[in-house]
């Protein structure tokens, strides 16, 4: 019985390579890119279901992956280089998990069909912070409450809401750390793809501590800080998605700089550009799809943007000279930046596909750090076009242009505030470099910061009451730590106190 279920089997792989038109044999094309599977996520469960396969050489678009299970073809959901998620289908048997890319087959292990198995097909929110609702949605779930077990990634269980066999709604429960969550209904027991716990307050920032430049992450409070990166490579400049579930980064490996993401946990790493120039200095679109960065690969700084997943890389400016400092406009239809192409470095602005550059201030000082208001009528910038750093606010289009600091010392670093009434900046006017802030026409600036060292890399919370910044504590030996104040100057923190070590550029999870 067993010898001839077992060649039962190997007709129907037979047949279904057949019917592909592929081997599982060498087809004369390069082994080294070839599709491995690793794992499937879960190995059981309903048709309906959706499965996460995990490995590597995948196609990264859904229609560059054929999905099999037990020899019936799937639909796939979702795609990257390491990771697969497809519906299991209506019809299919138990069997093998196969996944197909340019002629390459790779076949993974068994997935069990058992209609009577509770299923997941969705979590959502697939992120949320400890005491959010979430809703749980699949199939063979039961209608009273108390006969679903929730558990947690950390074998926290929690409380169920709401219930139908349908959809379940659940609180996440304090202590729950990001993994799957496993439903567990008369015995059997189903399990999602992860689920990120979010931490509310948090930040990430750039420490040496572990020996070379890692991306941090830490309580405001100074608690439970983390080290998500840990690589030999050197990772900076750390950039939340706008939903706070990702973070890009730049980390330079051979001398090599290119665009990274990872969850906010430090999981899933991607290298999303893999050039053979240096990319740097990304930023997400306001809508999270897209990340805009500036490269050299085509000889000299031009803006690029690509999906967020490193899909279509386009060279916006392409032009013969630098371009950098790219920076979205609050609803994504345009990108302000910086460009070197008339001789004198100019802001400039084009529309999100590169169409229509423009040149808005076509002075004869160099300006740098473009930065839209929150509203999208105004740009922020610091020009020294006087013969002194100064910050200068215009209207979008470049008109009425002001300097708005106009003071002896060096005024540079504009950031404003999440509802577009003031701005931070750096000032050295008391004789140190100090983070102040001014309402958004230059009027009553004020000094908030003050201490003994220099200050740098100011950042509002997303809720404009709090402010992060960057001292040297020790007045010059760049030994950076960082600290949080209350946007009146009031109340300073210091959030991480590493002896020797230099923390800096912090960013609040949005």
Known sequence: MFKALSFRFYLLSVLTLSLLGLHACDNGTDSSSAPVINSINPTSGPTGITVTISGTGFGTTNAENRVTF???????TSASETAIEATV???AASGAVTVVRDGQIAIGPNFTVDEMMPGITAVEPDSAMVGAAITITGMNFSPDPNQNVITF????????LQASPAELTVEVPDGARSGPILVEVDGKVAQSARFTVLAAERIAYISDKAGNNDIWTIGIDG?????????????????????????????TRGGNDEVWVMDADGFNYRNLTNAAGDDEFPHWSPDGSQIVFISDRDGNQDIWVMDADGANATNLTNAPNDDDFPSWSPDGSQIVFRSFRTGDREIWVMDADGSNPTNLTNSDGD???PIYSPDGTKI?????????REVWVMNADGSNQVNITNHPGLDKDPFWSPDGSQILFISDRDGNDDIWVMNADGSNPINLSNTPGPDTFQKWSPDGSQIVFSTDPTG????????VMNADGSDKRRVTNFPNVRSFDAQWRP
């Open 380 to 388: 922020a910038f610091f020009s020294n076009r006087t013969g002194n």
């Open 223 to 251: 608690s439970n800080p983390v080290n998500i990166t840990n690589d030999p490579g050197n990772d900076v400049a750390p950039k939340w998605s706008p939903d706070g579930t990702r973070i890009t980064f730049v980390r």
């Open 367 to 369: 300006e740098v750090l």
């Open 476 to 483: 010059g030996n760049e030994i950076w730590e960082i600290w």
């Open 70 to 76: 037990g020899g019936t073809l799937a639909e796939v």
């Open 89 to 91: 289908p209506e019809g």
């Open 153 to 160: 990634n950390g074998g926290i269980i929690a409380d169920v």
